[in-house]
């Protein structure tokens, strides 16, 4: 199986900071990767797909990038609505493992 | 609007089965491959396995392998997940969710609670 590492595992931030959190896959996995917001008592919400593309309705200061086995997703300034843990999901083969998460709290 | 629900929350006793819905609507149910996804108080997001709507087949996690069982009901575009010899780490929020195209999981079921306790 693919292994997803995330780091950092836990992210303090303010409000209006840029952060970025990596995602690093044991094997190439070339743009088969997703990125995910979770908050707490909600589904998961799909942010990133291949990679780098931005699903309808997200929000312009999310971006992903990379390729193979290191990837990034950023946020530009950070909102009071992102405060929350993400994580990082291959589509590459089966089974499609996730990342153990990043939650970002408030500093 | 593309929706999929679930049945509501259960309480079962180790070694009980459990059977989780989720009813999907607006868009082609055989047209999307269904996941089920689970996460544990305080983990992270575990894939247990997938299941083709429109041939039945399905593939799933080793670790579930003999105790979990996906299948549908095309005439009323459900999916349903069946996880047996249940023990009290399979206490979870359960999730059914698509996936569009080998990109993403794009819509995901509101979760169903599901505590195992004696």
């Known amino acids: 199986d693919i292994q997803l590492t995330q780091s950092p595992s836990l992210l303090s931030a303010s409000v209006g900071d840029r952060v970025t959190i990596t995602c690093r896959a044991s094997q190439g996995i070339s743009n088969y990767l997703a990125w995910y917001q979770k908050k707490p008592g909600k589904a998961p919400k799909l942010l990133i797909y291949?990679?780098?593309t931005l699903q309808s309705g997200v929000p312009l200061r999310f971006s992903g990038s990379g390729s193979g086995t290191e990837f990034t997703l950023t946020i530009g300034s950070l909102q009071p609505e992102d405060f929350a843990t993400y994580f990082c999901?291959?589509?590459?083969?089966?089974?499609?493992?996730f990342g153990q998460g990043t939650k970002v709290e408030i500093k | 609007q593309v929706q999929l629900v679930q049945s509501g929350a259960e309480v079962k006793m180790p070694g009980a089965s459990v059977k989780v819905s989720c009813k999907t609507s607006?868009?082609?149910?055989?047209?999307?491959?269904m996941y089920w996804v689970r996460q544990a108080p305080g983990q992270g997001l575990q894939c247990m396995g997938w299941?083709?709507?429109?041939?039945?087949?399905?593939n799933y996690a080793q670790k579930f392998q003999g105790r979990v069982t996906m299948t549908r009901d095309t005439s009323i575009s459900t999916a349903y997940m069946e996880l047996s010899s249940l023990i009290s780490d399979d206490t979870a929020v359960y999730y059914c969710?698509?996936?569009?195209?080998?990109?993403?999981?794009?819509?995901w079921g509101q979760g169903t609670m599901v505590t195992v306790s004696s």
């Open positions: 299941m083709n709507p429109k041939s039945g087949d399905t």
């Open positions: 999901q291959h589509l590459n083969n089966y089974p499609r493992t």
């Open positions: 969710t698509r996936e569009v195209g080998m990109n993403a999981f794009d819509i």
């Open positions: 291949a990679a780098s």
């Open positions: 607006g868009y082609t149910f055989t047209d999307y491959h």
